[in-house]
């Protein structure tokens, strides 16, 4: 290894420092005698304090303690401008490292800088070993809409995540998944970092939406991987993380396609609720309904507002 590659880490804590803490010690297995990473920024997202109490107390991190969620996308920002490595890795705390991944990654990065690479993200697999379908295709409303309707489970290609491609081999795309998210401190810089205005969700999406629009690309390496316990810091919240992932997509939709795609999108929502309260009659044990209820309540409060705002700024309303 080059040592004059050097990384700073990222992890964004909310309540989660069971996981956390599991992933740190994954790093320190992953980077033993090797000097590259400079340094390793937790931010805490307003945990409660029996959540953060070792987290706070150990030595080979640096700690930023938010007195309110201020959201993921802000949260790297802030660790970022920590940053003393060339590069940065954004990491979700429910993941564990393997021993190269990485040595491999940043060397995979470095190596394609002059090609143009914007973000790597690698395989990731989930508790039980299996490599989970990660990348994605830019989102649009068509797939939204298939997804809505079940087509998407009939033809593979007509879903935004490329459940088609078994990620056995690597390729560059369209997007990578933010649980393991490298790209160069220069970059990200250019770039302003992640947009704030996506709470959770669609942050790392926006963010190779712009990596295409600057020049670069996406890679997915398959070299190495991380073990990722998906939703693991999430499943308390089902309610909140479907009003996210809804307010989201909205969001991106009308940054980067308009009032009109966002609008459609909009509608595809509410046409989502329906097709999962017809599918809840037939298989009501794969999610609580009232959970379903709760956050498109949320959803129709923030659209809402979302418009009042559009108006008091004399733009045209969604």
Known sequence: MNDKLSLTIIIVNYNSSEYTMKCLDSIEDS???RCFVKNIVVVDNNSNKED????SNRKDIQFILNHENVGFAKACNQGARLAKGDYLLFLNPDTILQTDTIEKSIISYKEMEQEGIGAL???????ENNIMRTCSRFPSNFYFLMKCLGINRLILKWNQFMVEWDHMNSQNVDEVMGAYFLVSTKIFNELNGFDERFFVYYDEVDFCYRLVEQGYHSYFCSDTYITH???G?????????L???WRSRILFMQKHHG???????????RLEVISRRIYHTFKPVL???SELIEAYDKFNTWVKHYKEQYKKRGEVKL
């Open 259 to 269: 009032n009109r795609k966002a609008k459609y999108s909009i509608a595809i929502v």
């Open 52 to 55: 953060i109490k070792d987290l």
């Open 287 to 289: 999610f609580d309904f």
């Open 121 to 127: 993200g690698v395989q990731i697999r989930d508790i």
């Open 233 to 241: 810091t999430s499943r308390k919240v089902k309610a909140k993380r």
């Open 31 to 33: 980077v033993q005698n």
């Open 243 to 245: 009003f996210y992932e």
């Open 229 to 231: 316990d998906a939703g």
